[in-house]
């Protein structure tokens, strides 16, 4: 593990030096690089908002006249695994909560991109905790409620900031789904009828889209455009593998629904909140499933009122990747905090390595974004967060968040 | 008993960091460092040696225990108690304790001007306790001891009965406070004359035990303008009352120090979440300690988990806040806010053995709390699977009973309030 760090330390020297205009420098007591092991008074160098060096002190020099921030620890900035905001509000009131649509059950056609407001408040107030990455957009709460997108949380348009514009079609097999009035779906076994029939027809959809493709008679052309179908579209590409559907389950029965559904239609899936998964570690690990483990202290109540606080822990003990999360909130706190919900999680069993890994390298992994963030390597974007101490302790602050080499947050929060 | 080898936070003296705690039939009676202490032959002496042992803690604000209040037939229901809608097999119960909680004011919702009478419990749930009256604080008369809720803001505002803007919310207040008064006369006057004595009224009979200062009121008051409106209601009928929550705690520091009123405060990771709490800060405490505010912070349970209170002055003291207020905040001070002072909040000789062993600083994430203890009966241990279940979670740790609030659940099936 050390010759590895020490390799890996060299490549980063030689990169340093080759590198012409250092913009900026970060110098931290210790510097989780989360690849390769933590440097002690370590230096980062960011170039074109990118990182162009990143190794001990003593072997990268900083050029004169180059500006750098100092703290106690550095750490790459953070991810958020899963959440909601920016498409949820501060207020709270209709006019800022856009993670749900209520008139159909199931929207897959609905683009998180279409939602998300970089400007809201509660983007910035988690920003200036070292969240510079957040998969958010339509939240829990309907069978299929829409897509997911990553971005950073900084920029002026979406467009800006976005990294990934559809990640995920979030759907939610659980009884906050449900409706009551003689609606549907109304019980548990409806729901999973439901999404399987719409699966089905994803299915279909693409099968005869592979058939147009197929039959070169042009005169198909424009029937094949009448029958477009924005839905359908959407599901498609996860029954084609392209994009996962991301369940929020909580129950065990529910959970086993996801992985039966995975099964059916050979779908990639994300768990996603899981309060019960620890019942079922040898299924999720043999689907190979991801979990996105609900915030670490959410409330126990209702499909959540078994959670623990252990779920993490004892998920990545049995080799289950796992990514932590903020979630959604319906009341107060509005937003959760990321760096809470892993500290929470390395003091009940995660550690803290695991735990910053799983708001950091092992998200970006799992979200496909680990060539551009997740840790402090040359050639990835300088996004960085600096603490006055262990990052995970209640009374330590952030002081300091880069994104793409942009001092972007300097509150002591 | 003796507990040894521990650092020992006192709250009210300096910390010690070998110290000794004696306890006897469920009172301290002797705290001290090894060797100005002596340990009496033949007490059971626990090394408690790599621990901490601090005051049991005080949550001047919960809802533990499957709670309910006035229902939705008006908006002052003074006469309510929370007392008779208690579970005393509630899980949360069980939850409190493993947070190190010793002593709590069981509050009804905010949903009502007064959602009634709250209940001050002591968490004596070590042995099997089969009626909620086993947790119940008496005082030196026998009576079991418990403060009024109120609230005004967004939370009590809904269709008439209720009222629907502020001025009407704290008009409401006043007329019943008034009617209460002229009760209270009616009482006096008819002196002995029991044709002249008015048919007894439980709901007034209550804010007579306010207006005569026997019963402190719980205000729930998020926004600064709500806040002035309570000391101005305080001001008016004299009563004594605690200000809860506080979001806006800070902009008004001073007139709540000049009203020598005390609060009992929330944090919650993020503001906003509903208009009130748009500009709730971390800072709050700090600055209304700084202004010299008696304050203590609450978990307002299930808003936040009883099992980590201790990070509610920790995450204080992150914006500021002294040490030294953060550990009074969730002992002392909370025990002076619910006039027991005298009893607990600290470790004292003559106090009851309320107290709680940890592995750790208190206000740093990875500290657990190992044991907890009421009057000289463990009541929690970590090294018992049963109550690790409650203290980290897990299968069969869930509610015996969800409480009712005000606006949770509506918001959380996505309903805006």
């Known amino acids: ?413 | 008993m003796a507990f040894t080898g521990a650092h020992l936070i006192p709250v009210d003296g300096p910390e010690i960091d070998d110290g000794v705690l004696v306890v006897h039939r469920g009172k301290i009676v002797a705290v001290g460092a090894v060797g100005d202490v002596d340990v009496p032959s033949g007490a059971d002496v626990v090394d408690a040696s790599g621990g901490v042992i601090m005051p049991g803690l005080v949550d001047t604000h919960s809802h533990v225990g499957g709670i309910s209040g006035a229902d939705r037939s008006g908006p002052i229901q003074p006469g309510v108690r929370v007392l008779d809608s208690l579970n005393v097999m509630d899980s949360g119960f069980k939850r409190a304790v493993a947070g190190g909680i010793t002593t709590v004011n069981i509050m009804p919702g905010s949903g009502h001007l007064s959602s009634g009478q709250t209940v001050y419990a002591k968490l004596r749930v070590g042995e099997v306790a089969t009626t909620i009256d086993a947790l119940l604080i008496r005082d030196a008369d026998g009576a079991m001891m418990g403060g009024l809720k109120m609230a005004n803001g967004t939370n009590s505002m809904r269709d008439a009965p209720f009222p629907g803007t502020r001025a009407r919310s704290a008009f409401l207040l006043r007329e019943q406070f008034v009617k209460a008064r002229e009760y209270r006369e009616k009482i006096e006057r008819a002196g002995d004359d029991a044709a002249k004595i008015p048919a007894r009224d439980l709901h007034l009979d209550t804010l007579v035990e306010v207006l005569e200062g026997k019963r402190v009121v719980h205000f729930h008051t998020h926004r600064h303008d709500d806040i002035m409106t309570v000391l101005r209601l305080k001001e008016e009928f004299g009563f004594r009352v605690v200000l809860h929550h506080v979001s806006e705690g800070w902009k008004v520091a001073d007139e709540i120090a000049a009203a020598g009123v005390p609060v009992s405060a929330i944090l919650i990771d993020s503001p906003g979440g509903k208009l009130e709490a748009k500009h709730l800060l971390y800072e709050t405490g700090k600055v209304l300690d700084d202004a010299g505010v008696l304050l203590a912070y609450h978990t307002d349970d299930w808003i936040t988990d009883s099992r980590y209170f201790l990070r509610s002055p920790a995450l204080g003291m992150r914006a500021g806040l002294s040490r030294e207020t953060a550990l009074r905040s969730v002992t002392l001070n909370g025990a002076e806010i619910l006039d027991l002072g005298d009893r607990v909040g600290s470790l004292a000789v003559g106090k009851d053995a309320d107290f709680v062993i940890m592995d750790g600083d208190p206000f740093s994430v990875y500290t657990k709390i190992r044991e907890t203890w009421v009057e000289g009966e463990k009541v929690f241990d970590r090294s018992e699977e049963g109550d690790l279940l409650y203290a980290v979670g897990g299968y069969g740790a869930g509610h015996d009973q969800r409480p009712y609030l005000c606006c949770y659940g509506h918001s959380q099936t996505g309903a805006q309030q």
């Open chain 1, 1 to 413: 593990m050390k010759r590895a760090m020490m390799m890996l330390l060299g490549v980063c020297v030689v990169a340093g030096m080759v590198g012409a205009e250092v913009d900026l420098a970060v110098r931290g007591g210790v510097v989780h690089t989360m690849a390769g092991g933590a440097i002690k008074d370590g230096v980062v160098l960011i170039e074109d908002g990118k990182i162009s060096a990143v190794g001990p002190a003593s072997s990268i020099r900083i050029p004169d006249g180059v500006r750098t921030l100092e703290a106690a620890v550095v750490t790459p900035g953070l991810i958020d695994g899963h959440a909601t905001v920016g498409l949820t509000g501060i207020y709270n009131i209709p006019h800022d909560q856009d993670q749900i649509e209520r008139s159909e059950p199931m929207q897959p056609e609905l683009r998180a991109i279409d939602a998300f407001n970089v400007h809201e408040e509660l983007v910035a107030f988690v920003r200036s905790f070292g969240v510079t990455t957040v998969h958010t957009g339509h939240g829990p709460g309907e069978l299929i409620s829409g897509q997911t997108l990553i971005t950073k949380t900084h920029g002026n348009t979406v467009a800006e900031a976005v990294m990934v514009e559809s990640v995920a079609v979030a759907a939610t097999l659980s009884p906050i789904a449900q409706k009551g009035a003689k609606k549907s779906p109304g019980t548990r076994a409806k729901m999973m009828a439901m999404l399987r029939g719409e699966l089905q027809r994803a299915k279909e959809y693409v099968e005869k889209g592979e058939r147009v493709e197929e039959d070169d008679d042009e005169d198909d052309d424009e029937k094949k455009a009448k029958a477009r179908d924005l839905g359908m579209e959407t599901l498609g590409r996860v029954i084609k593998g392209e994009l996962p559907l991301l369940v929020t389950a909580n129950r065990a029965q529910d959970i086993a629904s996801v992985l039966r559904l995975k099964e059916e239609f050979g779908i990639r899936v994300w768990l996603d909140m899981a309060a019960e998964s620890y019942l079922l570690i040898d299924e999720i690990k043999a689907a190979g499933v991801t979990v996105f483990v609900h915030p670490t202290m959410y409330r126990a109540y209702g499909d959540t009122e078994n959670m623990s606080y252990e779920t993490a822990a004892t998920l990545a003990d049995a080799g289950i990747p796992i990514v932590l999360q903020s979630g959604y909130e319906g009341y107060v706190p509005k937003v959760r905090v990321v760096l809470y919900e892993a500290a929470w999680a390395a003091a009940n069993g995660l550690g803290f390595q695991r735990a910053m890994g799983a708001i950091t390298i092992d998200a970006a992994r799992v979200l496909g974004i680990d060539d551009r963030v997740g840790s402090l390597e040359v050639g990835k974007d300088a996004d960085i967060a600096l603490y006055d101490g262990d990052p995970f302790e209640y009374t330590t602050h952030c002081v300091g968040v880069l994104i793409e080499g942009e001092v972007v947050s300097e509150v002591v929060r």
